[in-house]
């Protein structure tokens, strides 16, 4: 875990004039973006707009048709062992938690330690258990994810993903499947990741999230960042056309 104060350390992740296409729809539009460790990035947009392919891009379950991008200066790799070690490093929620139903909340947070770092099972339990008091599941361990409301089964995922102990965290609408009384217990968790000094890109709906958690707001519409800013200025003060459309639009309710 990174410590607080890193921010602007280097940069973690590049894109660099990226681009990609599903068939004819031309998704990722000449993408650049620089996260530094320990920075929160937000990306925001309408749907559609290729937020989370830009997000399935940073690990590679997106493959890119051109331009690069370096997660901590190394570029990443096709496939095979590579991949799979990168992928070690890069930590993703989805809007699916995606848990392995047979096995117990403690198994699901300690498999990809023991499996991938090839910690010890005493060891991967200690930590596991750590993360699960750390996301708030901690008595839940024994149970199975049906058993777990989706807020619950969606910070063991987190807890998760944590467990590798990533240089970053991805996160793919986290919150778009849960009932609204769920969302701010993920959220919760979310924020105390990022005063820890986790480097985060985070795709969401949730703007009350992006106000306050975010060091900068990235703005994609019709797959390209259209703006990127701070959260006072891009909420305050959206300088493209399209931003204060969108705005407008989901502010009002």
Same mark, same amino acid.
């Given at each position: 875990?990174?410590?607080?104060?890193?921010?602007?350390?280097?940069?973690?992740?590049?894109?660099?004039?990226?681009d990609k296409?599903?068939?004819? *729809?031309?998704?990722? =539009?000449?993408?650049?973006?620089t #996260? +530094? %460790?320990?920075?929160?990035?937000?990306?925001?947009?309408?749907s559609g707009?290729?937020?989370?392919?830009?997000?399935?891009?940073i690990?590679?379950?997106e493959?890119?048709?051109?331009?690069t991008i370096?997660?901590?200066?190394?570029?990443?790799p096709?496939?095979?062992?590579?991949l799979?070690?990168l992928?070690?490093?890069?930590?993703?929620?989805?809007?699916?938690?995606?848990?392995?139903?047979?096995?117990?909340?403690?198994?699901?947070?300690?498999?990809g330690?023991?499996?991938?770092?090839?910690?010890?099972?005493a060891?991967a339990?200690?930590k596991?258990r750590?993360l699960?008091?750390?996301?708030?599941?901690?008595?839940?361990?024994?149970?199975?994810?049906?058993? *777990?409301?989706?807020? =619950?089964?969606?910070?063991?995922? #987190? +807890? %998760?993903?944590l467990?590798?102990?990533?240089k970053?965290?991805?996160?793919?609408?986290?919150?778009?499947?849960?009932?609204?009384?769920?969302?701010?217990?993920?959220?919760d968790?979310?924020?105390?990741l990022?005063?820890?000094?986790m480097?985060?890109?985070?795709?969401?709906?949730?703007?009350?999230?992006?106000?306050?958690?975010?060091?900068?707001?990235a703005?994609m519409?019709?797959?390209?960042?259209v703006?990127?800013?701070?959260p006072?200025?891009?909420?305050?003060?959206?300088?493209?056309?399209?931003?204060?459309?969108f705005?407008?639009?989901?502010?009002?309710?």
């Amino acid at each position: 875990m990174t410590e607080l104060g890193t921010v602007g350390r280097g940069p973690l992740v590049t894109l660099d004039h990226v681009d990609k296409w599903f068939g004819e *729809l031309h998704v990722l =539009q000449d993408i650049n973006l620089t #996260i +530094a %460790r320990g920075e929160v990035v937000v990306v925001i947009g309408p749907s559609g707009s290729g937020k989370s392919t830009l997000c399935r891009a940073i690990n590679r379950l997106e493959t890119i048709d051109k331009g690069t991008i370096t997660l901590d200066g190394q570029p990443l790799p096709q496939e095979g062992k590579a991949l799979a070690q990168l992928r070690a490093e890069v930590g993703m929620v989805f809007q699916s938690f995606n848990l392995f139903a047979h096995k117990t909340i403690l198994e699901n947070v300690m498999l990809g330690p023991m499996k991938v770092r090839k910690q010890s099972r005493a060891d991967a339990e200690k930590k596991a258990r750590e993360l699960l008091d750390r996301v708030g599941v901690g008595a839940q361990a024994e149970k199975y994810p049906a058993q *777990l409301s989706g807020g =619950q089964q969606q910070r063991v995922a #987190i +807890a %998760r993903a944590l467990a590798m102990e990533p240089k970053v965290m991805l996160f793919d609408e986290p919150t778009s499947a849960l009932d609204p009384e769920m969302i701010k217990e993920v959220l919760d968790v979310m924020v105390d990741l990022a005063k820890q000094g986790m480097t985060m890109v985070v795709v969401t709906h949730e703007m009350g999230f992006a106000r306050t958690a975010a060091d900068r707001v990235a703005f994609m519409a019709d797959g390209r960042i259209v703006e990127e800013n701070t959260p006072e200025e891009f909420f305050d003060n959206p300088r493209s056309e399209r931003a204060k459309d969108f705005l407008s639009k989901i502010l009002k309710h």
